[in-house]
């Protein structure tokens, strides 16, 4: 199993910056592919970003494109979401999640894919 802790959220105004971090426990995160779903308030889950267990596969859903980046460090257990040009449909709760994987190439596009979800962090883009 693998435990989920996400930092980085918080109030931002629109077209800010912010990078949340997902910090893994044990000695098996490489085993994991990972990705990062929202969920604003009366909406269901989305999947935002996912990433391979090598780091060479990325996934980012189309609404964005272009000011969202899903990173992964293996030697530190962590998994990034880079977040620019934020606009205030992108405020919600951001949970990391991870998938094992039966290759290093695999990405997990689908919510109910993923295994293991962090508690999540909230994010607010307002002025």
């Known amino acids: 199993q693998v435990q989920l802790v996400e930092s980085g959220g918080g109030l931002v105004q629109p077209g800010g910056s912010l990078r949340l971090s997902c910090a893994a426990s044990g000695r098996t995160f490489r085993r994991y592919a990972m990705g990062w779903v929202r969920q604003a308030p009366g909406k269901e889950r989305e999947l935002v970003g996912a990433?391979?267990?090598?780091?060479?596969?990325?996934y980012v859903v189309d609404s964005v494109k272009g000011r969202f980046t899903i990173s992964r460090d293996n030697a530190k257990n962590t998994v990034y979401l880079q977040m620019n040009s934020l606009k205030p449909e992108d405020t919600a709760v951001y949970y990391c999640?991870?998938?094992?994987?039966?290759?290093?190439?695999?990405?997990?596009?689908?919510?109910?894919?993923?295994?293991?979800w962090g508690q999540g962090t909230q994010v607010t883009v307002s002025s």
């Open positions: 999640v991870a998938a094992e994987t039966v290759t290093d190439w695999d990405t997990v596009h689908i919510v109910a894919g993923y295994d293991y």
């Open positions: 990433i391979s267990r090598n780091a060479v596969y990325t």
